[in-house]
């Protein structure tokens, strides 16, 4: 079965210090993988995704993840954390070939302090 | 892309009651799942609600908690039936496939709570 565990339930960092979220996948194919935001109140929005293509992925808002089969690793990560990056994140895997059922992590919740 | 839109963004139900949630997309979707995030948790899928059949609910789930229709491939219904406050969650919709390919696009949920 497909799941992901996503290792820090919060991360704190200063603005403009480096992003790192933590992901790691359990998958008896090869995964699709997925990073999701939510905002407070607001909907979920795919940053990026990996459906085995290059291994590092690039998402929006100058976030990226790199794609490591050998260390079972989807983290996500950004050079400068902003005010508005604060937001709850998701990792998430696919559960079928086709995109379609997905799997949450649990989430982590990043805080961005000025 | 697609924009996803709920209907009610939030209410307040008393138990035993039952609500219908409203999902519109503006594209057609080949799929459309519906998803629960209990307060403080993670989202967990439902069911998959397919045009023109009955749904497919995953475990734990059933037809007659949550019973689901979709009548085309732009809309769809979820109804939370017979509520107690254990079904105070967040409903999200999501679709996939068709004119947006690959990529599963949320609706903005629906805020339950019950009393």
């Known amino acids: 079965a497909q799941s992901v565990t996503q290792l820090d339930s919060h991360v704190s960092v200063s603005e403009g210090t480096p992003v790192l979220l933590r992901c790691n996948y359990s998958s008896s194919y090869s995964p699709s993988l997925f990073w999701y935001v939510q905002h407070p109140n607001k909907g979920l929005q795919l940053l990026l995704k990996y459906t085995s293509a290059a291994t590092l992925v690039k998402g929006i808002n100058g976030f990226e993840a790199e794609f490591k089969k050998s260390e079972t690793s989807f983290h996500l990560t950004k050079p400068s954390a902003h005010m508005s990056d604060a937001a709850e994140y998701f990792c998430?895997?696919?559960?079928?070939?086709?995109?379609?059922?997905?799997?949450f992590g649990t989430g982590t919740r990043l805080l961005v302090s000025p | 892309s697609a924009v996803i839109s709920q209907k009610p963004s939030r209410d307040i139900c008393q138990r035993g009651t039952s609500l219908t949630i409203q999902c519109q997309v503006d594209s057609q979707v080949t799929m459309m799942f519906w998803y629960r995030q209990q307060p403080g948790q993670s989202l967990t899928l439902i069911a998959t609600a397919n045009q023109g059949s009955e749904a497919t609910y995953e475990s734990g789930f059933v037809i007659d908690k949550f019973p689901i229709s979709r009548p085309n491939l732009t809309f769809s219904t979820l109804t939370v039936s017979n509520m107690s406050p254990e079904d105070s969650s967040i409903y999200l919709c999501?679709?996939?496939?068709?004119?947006?390919?690959?990529?599963?696009?949320f609706g903005p949920g629906t805020r339950l709570t019950v009393l």
């Open positions: 998430v895997v696919s559960r079928d070939t086709g995109f379609q059922k997905l799997v």
């Open positions: 999501s679709g996939s496939g068709g004119e947006v390919m690959d990529t599963q696009y």
